[in-house]
């Protein structure tokens, strides 16, 4: 079994107080099993990942999909129940989501050295989740949409899926006031070596791993 593969997205390696990843699907590793036993068997390689990222506190979601967001620190909770989005000014917070099909959508405000993560598949699109993290950012850390930069990971997309929730997504976030909006265009359901996928692979599958941090000494660090 080989160590896990960090794939990284030119938007977001072009910003210079952020480290991001998304872990693909790790080969030779049977996760033909149910959610939490997949994760089980995929949680010390996830923890290799997200050592890469240095001394920080992972924070994750329930991941329900619903539409609400949370504002994390080192002070909050592990895994933040009920929600689906998480924001953090902290820099020594990593944020994590967990996706197989449904989308990590990546935020940075470099201004106001702010960042987001969310989950968001067929149902958090059509409750514009990404909409409700632009908003919470905007409110809690005084972010100017029109500064942010937003990555889509790889998702399930047509004809693979009949809802192309991408697009939707990608729609919601210029509606919100993004500019800079970045689809990694990549499809989930059309290769299998790269990527778990929910629905080819009927639930009995393993999770990608998103994840997004701010710099602790810029310029000093390195994924």
């Not at 910003?15 to 030779?28: I, N, Q, S």
């Amino acid at each position: 079994m080989h160590e896990p593969t960090i794939e990284h997205f030119p938007a977001l390696d072009a910003l210079e107080d952020v480290l991001h990843g998304f872990v693909l699907r790790v080969p030779g590793l049977d996760v033909r099993t149910d959610r939490e036993a997949a994760l089980r068997r995929l949680e010390a390689l996830h923890e290799t990942a997200r050592r890469s990222f240095g001394h920080r506190q992972i924070r994750l979601a329930e991941q329900v999909h619903g539409g609400a967001v949370a504002i994390v620190t080192v002070g909050s909770a592990t895994k933040s129940s009920r929600v689906d989005g998480l924001i953090t000014r902290d820099r020594g917070v990593l944020l994590g989501i967990q996706v197989a099909d449904c989308c990590a959508v990546f935020l940075v405000d470099p201004r106001q050295s702010a960042i987001g993560l969310i989950h968001s598949g067929k149902k958090g699109t059509e409750l514009d989740i990404v909409g409700a993290a632009v908003q919470k950012m905007t409110t809690a850390f005084g972010t100017d949409p029109a500064d942010l930069v937003a990555q889509l990971s790889p998702c399930i997309r047509p004809p693979h899926y009949e809802v192309d929730f991408a697009a939707e997504i990608v729609r919601s976030l210029k509606r919100s006031g993004v500019n800079f909006v970045f689809d990694s265009g990549k499809n989930t359901a059309a290769d299998l070596e790269k990527y778990y996928s929910y629905r080819v692979e009927k639930g009995r599958t393993g999770r990608m791993l998103a994840l997004l941090a701010l710099k602790q000494e810029s310029g000093a660090e390195h994924v």
